[in-house]
């Protein structure tokens, strides 16, 4: 991510609003470090969909948590599959902010990891090929199965 988000430290800094805090915390000022990933409300939505992959998450950085989720995942099937899911959580986070900035409405966490797990299995199902093992099949199923619970 280069940084050309526009969130509201920016929209403050060229004049278009007059308020930086953040939309989905009220805590401190949005910027993308802030937004992704120490704001509450996306540590909690990185948190769910790190322990729905069953990797642990301490770093909370966007930046060092796609080298570290590889590290995680050995196999370059499941890799992908992780990669795409903290690709998920970015898009859904900023889906979610500006849910929050033009329509005032707040996403509760636990419906934004439902719609990131959902996506990512429909997604993921689309690409099983011959390379896929049944081991990738069945793990693939056990995170659709979890999600859905």
């Not at 900035?101 to 429909?122: D, M, N, Q, S, T």
């Amino acid at each position: 991510m280069q940084n050309r988000l526009r969130t509201r430290s920016m929209l403050v800094d060229w004049g278009i609003c007059q308020d930086n805090t953040c939309l989905l915390c009220g805590n401190a000022v949005e910027d993308r470090k802030h937004l992704f990933f120490d704001c509450d409300y996306s540590r909690k939505c990185i948190s769910g969909i790190s322990a729905w992959l069953n990797i642990p998450e301490f770093l909370f950085n966007i930046d060092t948590s796609w080298k570290y989720w590889g590290e995680k995942m050995q196999d370059p099937i499941k890799r992908k599959v992780c990669y795409a899911a903290l690709a998920a959580v970015v898009y859904q986070i900023w889906y979610a902010r500006n849910k929050a900035f033009w329509l005032k409405v707040i996403i509760h966490p636990r419906a934004v990891c439902r719609v990131i797990c959902a996506e990512v299995v429909k997604r993921c199902r689309q690409l099983i090929n011959c390379k896929w093992k049944r081991q990738h099949c069945k793990w693939l199923y056990s995170l659709q199965v979890s999600c859905c619970s």
